[in-house]
């Protein structure tokens, strides 16, 4: 058999950096590589698999729907498309749903609806939407030019236009950007994942909903990454008291399979009319059936357990050699060394067993599965703690 590493750096696209593992199989927290090495993922394929690696309970859900209808187009009515837009709309207060594969495309579609509402509401010419910097919104065009982070501007001239990135909890910059322009919407992570797990405050969001109120825009809330539990709530907006106009999510949400969904508020609801947007996939009965699963998983009683491990990780790390902070909410946390670089410690705790990722201003980012447990996660700290404490010259 041909080496996994050679066949993947000869024939598939090169735009990973990928650690030099192969992961053949896993059950939980725990990953397993071709030579038969185990790891615990404190990743979780970047907050994918929401109850880690082959969970007996999503599972079930997957395999049953399979066994009954695996994929029909969007022509016709299945029940966990249906039953899962039920669920995400009794859990939220947003109205409807529309589905799709991923977080970028479930972006494209906010984006889609805030730009529509802004035409038939206020004019052709309000379509800016104001975004903030170090965001991440998705590897599209359209999304990449939400993402305000220039590095990924660059490659691809020209991007979507209509885009305005002001810094993150500058409440006077946002007020400013959306008096000099003709807006849409804002459009915001409630903590920055890719950009280095940075919470929004208070603050921003009340001048965001101010702003919203007093111009009529939109809210767009991409819950891509602090969707579905991750934060110890079921969406993060919950912390924050209020109630966007537009809720994206994706990565947990199907457990490992792709889903992305949109979903639209009072305002937006009734916005698509048949043919205005679509997906082939979208909706998929199998992906559905898991994350109705996943959905009723996340009670009351999960999320106390996402605070009460979130905790435990706060308190183990802070103060630890080497730790600058710790910041995040639930199980989303980013870690800053005072020295060395996140990617080298990320390689220490890989050597140990232990799967990390990384995220901007040099972070350590942990997105562990929910139901980790107590052991795991303690092992795992250790490991991170003498990563971090390694990591100091
Ligand atoms: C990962 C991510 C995206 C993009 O999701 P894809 O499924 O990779 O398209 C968008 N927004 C946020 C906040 C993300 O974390």
Not at 24 to 50: F, H, P, R, W
Not at 64 to 74: E, G, K, M, P, Y
Request: hydrophobic content about 40%; overall charge negative; charged content about 20%.
């Amino acid at each position: 058999m041909k080496d996994i590493k050679t066949l993947d750096q000869t024939y598939v696209a090169s735009t990973y950096g990928r650690f030099p593992v192969v992961i053949t199989g896993g059950k939980g927290c725990i990953a397993v590589d071709d030579q038969g090495n185990e790891y615990i993922d404190m990743g979780s394929g970047i907050g994918v698999n929401l109850f880690g690696y082959s969970d007996p309970i999503w599972k079930e859900a997957v395999i049953a729907q399979l066994d009954a209808v695996q994929h029909t187009s969007n022509l016709y009515y299945t029940g966990p498309c249906a039953q899962l837009a039920e669920l995400l709309c009794e859990r939220t207060g947003l109205k409807k749903v529309f589905y799709c594969n991923s977080g970028a495309e479930a972006n494209e579609c906010a984006i889609k609806a805030a730009r529509r509402y802004a035409q038939l509401n206020k004019g052709d010419d309000f379509y800016t939407i104001i975004t903030l910097n170090n965001s991440f919104h998705g590897r599209t065009l359209t999304t990449l030019a939400a993402t305000g982070q220039e590095k990924f501007h660059k490659l691809f001239q020209p991007l979507t236009p209509g885009f305005v990135s002001v810094d993150a909890n500058d409440s006077e910059a946002l007020s400013d950007a959306v008096k000099n322009n003709k807006t849409a919407a804002i459009m915001l992570e409630c903590i920055q994942g890719e950009g280095g797990v940075n919470p929004l405050n208070q603050a921003f969001i009340d001048t965001a909903v101010q702003l919203a109120k007093e111009y009529d825009l939109l809210i767009i809330d991409d819950e891509v990454q602090t969707g579905n539990g991750r934060t110890g709530t079921l969406y993060a907006y919950m912390q924050y008291g209020f109630l966007p106009d537009i809720v994206t999510t994706a990565k947990g949400l199907g457990g490992g399979l792709p889903i992305g969904a949109t979903m639209l508020g009072e305002k937006v609801k009734e916005i698509f009319k048949p043919g205005d947007n679509g997906s082939t996939f979208g909706g998929n009965p199998a992906v559905c059936a898991g994350a109705i699963s996943n959905l009723k998983r996340i009670d009351d009683a999960l999320l106390a357990e996402v605070k009460r491990k979130s905790d435990l990780i706060f308190s183990t790390l802070n103060g630890k050699t080497n730790v600058k902070s710790v910041a995040g909410m639930g199980l989303m946390i980013g870690i800053e060394p005072e020295q060395g670089t996140a990617g080298d410690i990320a390689k220490t705790c890989l050597e140990n067993g232990v799967l990390v990722l990384t995220a901007g201003g040099n972070k350590v980012r942990l997105l562990p599965p929910l139901n980790i447990n107590d052991a795991e996660l303690n092992r795992a700290l250790d490991v991170i703690a003498n990563a971090f404490a390694n990591g100091k010259e």
